[in-house]
Nanobody, 118 residues
Framework: VQLQASGGGLVQVGGSLRLSCAAS????????MGWYRQAPGKQRELVAL???????NYADSVKGRFTISRDNAKNTVYLQMNSLKPEDTAVYYC?????????????WGQGTLVTVSS
């Protein structure tokens, strides 16, 4: 399973960005998709999760500002980020739990950098 993330960049405080992550390969079913982030000097943390029936879970720090969604037909997960703050600056990683040829498991994307300038 391969994950290709895109959509990061530089944005001013209060701005918006939309991240995308497409999964490809010998995938039978994607159980859960999510986004994590890692700021400089900090541990990687959960941002948002979405399972196959679209149940979502968000970190308290992004509730009301970020929205996670998925397109099952395209094996793609999105993260709409609004009202961005400097503390949202981080490398954002997509993560997928999938059933795939060979057994499946958890897979990470390569990361996309989001920088929020004040």
């Amino acid at each position: 399973v391969q994950l290709q993330a895109s959509g990061g960049g530089l944005v001013q405080v209060g701005g918006s960005l939309r991240l995308s992550c497409a999964a490809s390969g010998s995938i039978f079913s994607i159980v859960r998709m999510g986004w994590y982030r890692q700021a400089p000097g900090k541990q990687r943390e959960l941002v948002a999760l979405i399972n196959r029936d679209t149940e979502t879970n968000y970190a308290d720090s992004v509730k009301g500002r970020f929205t996670i969604s998925r397109d099952n037909a395209k094996n793609t997960v999105y993260l709409q980020m609004n009202s961005l703050k400097p503390e949202d600056t981080a490398v954002y990683y997509c993560h997928v739990v999938a059933l795939a040829r060979g057994g499946g498991g958890g897979y990470w994307g390569q990361g996309t950098l989001v920088t929020v300038s004040s």
